[in-house]
């Protein structure tokens, strides 16, 4: 399948783009030579290749969750910049 610069400004024109007159031609070769590399790719054999998501294997770089002993509410407000009735106090967002 091949792109048409008539199919550039339509696409472009969903975009709202304006492209400039020498750009819609330029575009249009890009979009072609990546169609071309996608039937390329369409014809390597992937039989018995499993799907991925990352070329390399992802590890979890995360500590472990160790259960430890919380903050009380007190030391938990006492840097507050206002607290009431035992919670923290903000500002008002809607009426």
Request: charged share 20%; aromatic share 4%.
């Amino acid at each position: 399948m091949k792109i048409t610069v008539d199919q550039v400004r339509y696409v472009a024109g969903l975009a709202r783009l304006d492209l400039a007159s020498g750009e819609e031609g330029s575009l249009t070769g890009q979009l072609n030579a990546i169609l071309e590399y996608m039937d390329q790719l369409a014809e390597v054999d992937t039989t018995g290749v499993e799907p991925t998501s990352h070329v390399l294997p992802l590890t979890n770089v995360m500590r472990d969750d160790v259960v430890h002993e919380c903050l009380t509410t007190a030391e938990a407000l006492a840097n507050a910049p206002a607290a009431e009735q035992g919670h923290f106090a903000v500002p008002k967002t809607l009426e």
